[in-house]
């Protein structure tokens, strides 16, 4: 008997009982404790989520021809060169490096890279040197 009435209540449409329409339990179209309704916020059409703006469009909306000549911006590349000192980078993977090995002067970031070091051949540390401009003659 569970089986025909769990058949019968998936194929007939669903209603909404008279208790509750009487009540008037029936949700609104939207929630007046949100502050920003999606239909609102999103009208039929419009796309949703974040727009990016190209340099152009920052540059247009900045008014950069206002600001003064020597401040560095968008527009003008030229700044002053930086009070910080540079940092060292690893010559093998590219990440900073705290260490450098004393033989061979190449900067390393971890003893991984430490240990392929030392298996490189001189001709493949001189270009590693080159790359930074910073060729020694190693004995």
């Known amino acids: 008997m569970k089986n025909k ?3 019968l209540s998936h194929k007939a449409p669903l209603q909404m009982e008279p208790e509750v329409i009487e009540a008037e339990m029936v949700l609104p179209t939207y929630l007046s404790f949100k502050k920003v309704q999606m239909h609102e916020k999103y009208p ?8 990016w703006k190209h340099l152009k469009q920052i540059i247009q909306a ?8 020597d401040e560095p911006n968008y527009v003008n590349i030229e700044s002053p060169p930086s009070m910080n000192p540079c940092k060292k980078i690893c010559d093998i993977t590219g990440f900073e490096a705290p260490y450098s090995d ?5 900067r390393y970031a971890n003893t991984e890279v430490f240990k392929h070091i030392r298996l490189i051949p ?3 540390v001189q270009r590693y040197l ?3 401009n910073a060729q020694v003659v190693l004995k």
């Open 44 to 51: 039929k059409g419009q796309a949703r989520g974040r727009h």
């Open 130 to 132: 080159a790359l930074r």
């Open 122 to 124: 001189n001709e493949s």
């Open 102 to 106: 004393p033989r061979t002067t190449l």
């Open 62 to 69: 900045e008014n950069y021809q206002n600001y003064p000549p």
């Open 5 to 7: 009435d769990l058949a």
